[in-house]
């Protein structure tokens, strides 16, 4: 079992930037895929940004591409969403999730953990 603890969530004026980290325990995630989802009110949870358990490999919603950035540090199992130019449409909860298989997929139901989400508002 992997537990994963989301952190770094609030409230920021619009352009204005965040970083959320991923924390992971039970077992070392240095082979799972990491995922940053979100899920706004009354809409379904997406895929946001995805790293594979290498890092050799990126992916990136188009709406926040250019923005965003996902890295990882292994060492210290944890994940982090570097959200810069932030704007009220990227208000949501954030969730991270953990994928065994360690590529690259977009799919809620393709992760195996999750963690419990940390609000994102921002501000016009």
């Known amino acids: 079992q992997v537990q994963l603890v989301e952190s770094g969530g609030g409230l920021v004026q619009t352009g204005g930037s965040l970083r959320l980290s991923c924390a992971a325990s039970?077992?070392?995630?240095?082979?799972?895929?990491m995922g940053w989802f979100r899920q706004a009110p009354g809409k379904e949870r997406e895929c946001v940004a995805v790293?594979?358990?290498?890092?050799?490999?990126?992916y990136y919603a188009d709406s926040v591409k250019g923005r965003f950035t996902i890295s990882r540090d292994n060492a210290k199992n944890t994940v982090y969403l570097q959200m810069n130019s932030l704007k009220p449409e990227d208000t949501a909860v954030y969730y991270c999730?953990?994928?065994?298989?360690?590529?690259?997929?977009?799919?809620?139901?393709?992760?195996?953990?999750w963690g419990q989400g940390t609000q994102v508002t921002v501000s016009s």
């Open positions: 999730a953990a994928d065994l298989l360690g590529q690259i997929r977009l799919r809620v139901g393709d992760y195996d953990f």
């Open positions: 790293i594979s358990w290498s890092s050799g490999v990126k």
């Open positions: 039970g077992r070392t995630i240095s082979e799972y895929a």
